[in-house]
């Protein structure tokens, strides 16, 4: 038991996110942008001059983690040598400052708070999947590149196990609350028809998404106006409209059945002459989401108008509410976690066996082989062909029982 307490305190965390510092200083402070070209050297560098085995290296836009494996000791000299290694352009200043903001776990905790990690318990958004891609991806990558080995991949299949669990048999994935997520939702319950013309204003990254979750639906009648027409053009693929500039729209008389707005005007811009030359004549009730912050439409265009009129702070309620249900499921999670936290430690058990019993086969081998060569030659030799098959079929027999039989055993051992 202790030496499997040893196996697990070599775990080891250090990580940053927007819990710690505002998420635009996270990767300013660990790795500056013209060091990422060198990060899997850095990283090797890491694992040579501080007696790391391996390193794991992920960063998203709200979080910094660096995941490795050594038998060190890690004090306040030991996190001011891997900053400064990691990233010697910081100063004297931002070394102490990450090192008072930098949060540090060991052994069974750092598993935990990887697996924490996957199962999207510790994220922004409690519940988003997008963490474990970003996980798999950082972890095959580092992998690719040599950065980590045995034990940091036996962590990252049981975290990738544990997420699947924990999506599975909880709901903490359930109810959308990004905003983006809810618009699309607040359309689709409004039964638009495929034909149906929409008309985005705006081109920026929201528009983005929102494009991205129209073609998923299969909703392809679709226009675009932008400031810059070039970002519109950009957004148009795979839809049947047009892209024009925000100072063709207010002569276009395109006419819609739904719009969907989002530009980056300080305040509110569509008045009623502009919205009513949108209409093109039309007076039929239209669906209107506005997820501009302050909102595109002046009020009297959103009280003054037959519309169906959804805005971002509509959204933002719905948002809360989901996210306090999937808040709920985190105790589920928990559970979830602790068990494999559990099954992960025989994971570690039947791995030590397997490194301990892998020289069994090539021993048992050299036994046969000498067997053959050398004890029983003479007697071989004297056996016709028939008989001398059958016992090196024995042999051949005998020898995978012999490497069998020792590794079942220890991983039964193992499980009681």
């Given at each position: ?112 708070h990887l697996f924490e990690i996957a199962g999207s318990i510790d994220s922004m958004v409690v519940g988003e999947r997008e963490i474990l891609r970003q996980l798999r991806t950082a972890y095959e990558e580092c992998a690719l590149q040599g950065t980590t080995g045995d034990y940091i991949r036996l962590a990252m299949q ?11 048999n909880t709901r903490i994935g359930e109810k959308p609350i990004s905003i983006v997520s809810l618009s699309i939702k607040a359309l689709l319950d409004r039964n638009p028809k495929k034909e149906d ?220």
């Open positions: 038991m202790d030496n499997l307490l040893n196996i697990l305190q070599g775990y080891k965390i250090l990580t940053l996110t927007f819990r710690e510092v505002p998420t635009h200083q996270l990767e300013e402070l660990v790795l500056s942008n013209d060091l990422e070209g060198e990060l899997f050297e850095r990283l090797e560098l890491l694992k040579k001059n501080l007696g790391l085995k391996e390193v794991f290296y992920l960063h998203t836009c709200n979080r910094v983690l660096f995941f490795f494996y050594g038998d060190v000791e890690i004090d306040v000299n030991f996190q001011l040598r891997f900053f400064r290694q990691l990233n010697p352009a910081l100063s004297e200043d931002q070394f102490h400052f990450l090192c008072s903001k930098i949060k540090l776990l060991e052994g069974t905790s750092a598993i935990s049981q975290a990738v196990r544990t997420a699947k669990k924990i999506y599975n013309r929409i008309l985005l204003l705006g081109a920026g990254q929201t528009m983005n998404l929102v494009c991205k979750f129209l073609r998923k639906h299969d909703l392809r009648n679709v226009s675009i106006a932008n400031r810059t027409i070039s970002k519109a053009e950009k957004l148009m693929a795979g839809f049947q409209g047009k892209a024009m500039s925000l100072e063709e729209l207010e002569s276009s008389n395109i006419g819609f059945d739904v719009l969907i707005t989002c530009t980056g005007h300080t305040s509110s811009w569509i008045n009623g002459d502009l919205y009513n030359g949108l209409l093109a004549g039309e007076t039929d009730r239209k669906i209107v989401i506005d997820l501009a912050v302050p909102t595109n439409l002046k009020s009297e265009v959103s009280q003054g108008f037959n519309m169906d009129y959804v805005q971002v702070e509509d959204l933002r309620k719905i948002a809360s509410a989901n996210l306090a249900f999937r808040t709920k499921e985190v105790d589920g999670a928990k559970v979830i976690i602790t068990e494999q936290i559990a099954e992960f430690k025989l994971n570690i058990e039947e791995r030590k066996i397997e490194r301990a019993l892998q020289t069994i086969p090539a021993q048992i081998k050299e036994i046969k082989e000498k067997a053959i060569s050398e004890v029983f030659r003479k007697d071989l030799e004297e056996m016709d062909e028939a008989a001398l098959a059958i016992v090196h079929k024995m042999m051949d027999y005998m020898e995978k029982k012999c490497v069998s039989v020792p590794m079942k055993t220890a991983k039964q051992a193992v499980t009681k």
